[in-house]
């Protein structure tokens, strides 16, 4: 009797829903007749169910869920999650493009929970002023963070405007133009020796070749040959706490780059040196909040050749400058940036800093420092990872930027 009360009574709560359809129950001895209303099924969707297909998503409903599945973490279920991007690209260096994207985060021991992700980024670019440029760059991880190989490799040929060399030829000079064609191939590995601590070695092959100059730019040159070969081999101490090296949110990092170009591995004329010199700092003020500090110098022997040289400006430092409008065997330069995420995958930016080139430190002139600020927009395009887009200022200049990862 109690379940032939439950069954009716169940029975009674069909009946009151709109839009009824009859059932039959049947249990061994018990047969009960039921109404029951069907919840509404779009015609898509039950010719969808009929069919036995899934219902279709139109294109821009397909793009809107690929990005939004690109920021959570796959890399313990893939053995490398990728996601592409294309699109319109600009730099003061290269005008209009229009530019494809793939990056990448991957883990070499997907056992390893603590370690961040190791990182890869994979781009092409063609413009309308004739550039075109493919590439590839990254970090790996290995062995919990003990060790560590970092790579570029890339190719590009940009028409481009030269200045001369030194603070008063970028200044003053009107600018000569030519087409530069640079190959760069650059590797390093580390070792960890202590907590936070890395040794390591670099090796590097430069290949820059000018062509095309016009008037002014063969002038500027000096007497210089127009192209150069140049193979480095480098030494590296690092302390690094940062918690993810493409974007990070709190630590410190510290390197020093010590790279000797031998003269019979390239066609530089002599053996050269260079010392670089970066001190980074990160730190959370506040709910998606970042502060970050940037410190670089770069030193050259004498005599090293024009495409060698320190070049002020580009898409990391001193932001809005043409790269190598600034040129000089030194430079150094310092940037202070407020990163902050607004809302979801967007974020924004604000910087401001200085820079100076000089042929060496004892004719370091305060005078000559060069002022840099600007504002940015930041999106999201993997966890972590994000496509900038920079509006720098500086002395009487100013440019649009488009890139992946933060500057620094």
Known sequence: MNRRSALLLFAVCCVAAAKAQEQTYVNGTDTLHYVYAPLPVSHEASDSVRLGRPKRRNIFRRIVDYFDSSTVDRTFEKKIDFTFAGGPSYSKNTSLGIGVLASGLYRVDRTDSVTPPSDISIFANVSVTGVYSVGISGNTILDRNRRRIDYTLMFSSTPRDIW??????????????????????????????????????????????????????????????????????????????????????KGIYVSFQETFFAKGLGNVGQSLWRSTVIVDGYRQLWKGGVLAADLYAEFNSNGTPWPLLARMGGSYRMRGYYQGRYTDNDMITLQVELRQRIWRRIGCTVWAGAGNVFPELARFDWSQTLPNYGVGLRWELKKRVNVRIDYGFGRKTSGFLLNVNEAF
């Open 164 to 249: 001369g060399i030194g603070y008063d030829d970028g200044r003053w000079n009107a600018a000569g133009d030519y087409i530069e064609k640079h190959y760069l191939v650059q590797g390093r590995y580390l070792q960890q020796l202590l907590p936070h601590f890395y040794i390591g070695g670099m090796l590097s092959f430069d290949h820059t070749q000018g062509k095309r100059f016009d008037r002014l730019a063969e002038s500027y040159l000096y007497g210089q040959k127009p192209g150069y070969t140049a193979t480095g081999i480098g030494a590296l101490l690092e302390y690094d706490t940062r918690d993810f090296i493409p974007n990070p949110y």
